[in-house]
């Protein structure tokens, strides 16, 4: 018998997608909106469960084959959140109204 332990991650994110959904339809930013006036001023793009972030981190740390974590105000790292958010897979993280 091999003796171990394993960790699970879990987290209802039904509350989040629901929150997300409602924020989305509200349009914080209007189309006629640029978006460097957006990232200038701060708007809220999307709101990542904890548990998928942590997937993303570990996904990301994975693929550049490094021992630590990334860090959140990471360049890199922001640009594969933002390719994640981009995919119609994980389309509903987005609360912006924007479709792009």
């Known amino acids: 018998m ?6 699970e991650t879990f987290q209802d994110v039904a509350p989040y997608l629901r929150a997300n ?16 006036a957006a990232e200038a001023l701060g708007w ?11 997937k993303f981190m570990k996904e990301f740390q994975a693929m550049r084959k490094d ?11 922001k640009e594969f959140l933002a390719k994640k958010l981009r995919d119609p897979d994980w ?7 924007r479709k792009y």
């Open 2 to 7: 091999t003796k171990g332990f394993a960790i």
């Open 21 to 36: 959904k409602r924020m989305y339809h509200e349009h914080q930013l209007t189309k006629s909106q640029p978006k460097a």
């Open 44 to 54: 809220h793009k999307a709101y990542i469960p904890e548990v998928i972030l942590h």
């Open 67 to 77: 021992p630590f974590p990334p860090r959140l105000s990471d360049k890199d790292f």
């Open 91 to 97: 389309r509903y993280l987005r609360v912006d109204g």
